[in-house]
């Protein structure tokens, strides 16, 4: 997988962005994290690079990036979509929880999370029943 990222060398924002010299060597951070249907990675993990690696981006482009993990993930055993029938309970408590990783709700609802989920009576995302009246 490929992820490009672009950015202008000045953005004009001083007070969160430094300007890029692309004829200096220079220190980065980055993060990359799941990236959802919209296009918007939903979550950050964040990778350092090792001590001394700098990068000149003025260079000439050349693709010797080594991936960022050759191993796949083992396979999980996803929990158990829950669920709540109106007819059975009549108050629900609300609240916002971890999302239980990829048993949680990644597993659930097949999309990347936001690093926070909804728990409905202390159920994580339940399936509600409701009917009107």
């Known amino acids: 997988t490929r992820i490009r990222y672009s950015r202008p060398i000045n953005t004009g924002d001083a007070t969160n ?11 980065i951070s980055w993060a990359i994290g799941p990236i959802n249907p919209s296009g918007v990675a939903a979550k950050h ?19 010797e990036c080594e ?17 709540i029938k109106g007819d059975e309970v009549t108050e629900f408590t609300i609240r916002i929880g971890p999302t239980g990783g990829r048993r949680g709700y990644q597993a659930i609802t097949g999309q990347p999370s936001w690093g926070i989920a909804w728990f409905v009576n202390d159920l994580l995302i339940p399936e509600l029943e409701l009917k009107r009246g």
Do not use: C
């Open 17 to 27: 962005d430094k300007v890029i010299d692309p004829s200096q060597n220079m220190y």
């Open 45 to 63: 993990h964040t990778r350092v690079q090792e001590p001394g690696v700098q990068i000149t981006f003025g260079r000439n482009a050349a693709d």
């Open 67 to 83: 991936a960022i993990s050759s191993e796949a993930l083992p396979p999980v055993t996803p929990w158990p979509t829950r669920y």
